[in-house]
Antibody, heavy 119, light 109 residues
Framework: QVQLQESGPGLVRPSETLSLTCTVSGGSVSSSGYYWAWIRQPPGKGLEWIGTIYHTGSTFYNSSLKSRVTISVDTSKSQFSLKLSSVTAADTAIYFC???????????WGQGSLVTVSS | DIHLTQSPSFLSASVGDRVTLTCRASQAISNYLAWLQQKPGKAPKLLIFAASSLQSGVPSRFSGSGSGTEFTLTISSLQPEDFATYYCQYLHTYPPRLTFGGGTKVELK
């Protein structure tokens, strides 16, 4: 059973860069057939896809965030990471990492990490 | 871009009720639809994938149906632990991006 765990600072200053890491256990980020994604959820609101990465390093981003987002993968550590630059209060959210199995529309989720943008 | 519209946004129901939630896609998406359950302070949990396949460990009172643009999630007999928000989710195969519906909050009447 794959498990995903987000980690990173819970508080980020406005205009700075948000950085989170997702550690994968019980499976490998190098497994073929799976993609790895970041999703966020502002307090009390719905879910927003941020971007997806494959173990080869191919990335796909939400067009509304594309200019500020970088997702990378470290197969040696079985981790993938999110960087979101120039953050504002609107980026305050719970950030989830997830494993995607596109052939069956299946997703496995981490528990989430609350990131607050505030000075 | 494909949009998912869920209805209703809120639903008040009692334990034992049969409830049906609907998700409509702006374009046909075959059966690439999943249903998620989210409780306050928790991560979403996959209930149904590929429109009608029950995720392992999920009670059989949950069922999904539909294809193309209309999908439903049915809870045959609502239990106390089922009061939560339900999201439909479209996972596009390539590029692999996710789209979510706005959610249906199921509340105790």
């Amino acid at each position: 059973q794959v498990q995903l765990q987000e980690s990173g600072p819970g508080l980020v200053r406005p205009s700075e860069t948000l950085s989170l890491t997702c550690t994968v256990s019980g499976g490998s980020v190098s497994s073929s057939g799976y993609y790895w994604a970041w999703i966020r959820q502002p307090p009390g609101k719905g879910l927003e896809w941020i971007g997806t990465i494959y173990h080869t390093g191919s990335t796909f981003y939400n067009s509304s965030l594309k200019s500020r987002v970088t997702i990378s993968v470290d197969t040696s550590k079985s981790q993938f990471s999110l960087k979101l630059s120039s953050v504002t209060a609107a980026d305050t959210a719970i950030y989830f990492c997830a494993r995607l199995e596109v052939t069956i529309s299946s997703t496995d989720w981490g528990q989430g990490s609350l990131v607050t943008v505030s000075s | 871009d494909i949009h998912l519209t869920q209805s209703p946004s809120f639903l008040s129901a009692s334990v034992g009720d049969r409830v049906t939630l609907t998700c409509r896609a702006s374009q046909a998406i075959s059966n690439y639809l999943a249903w998620l359950q989210q409780k306050p302070g928790k991560a979403p949990k996959l209930l149904i994938f590929a429109a009608s396949s029950l995720q392992s460990g999920v009670p059989s009172r949950f069922s999904g149906s539909g294809s193309g643009t209309e999908f439903t999630l049915t809870i045959s007999s609502l239990q106390p632990e089922d009061f939560a928000t339900y999201y439909c989710q479209y996972l596009h195969t390539y590029p692999p991006r996710l789209t979510f519906g706005g959610g249906t909050k199921v509340e105790l009447k």
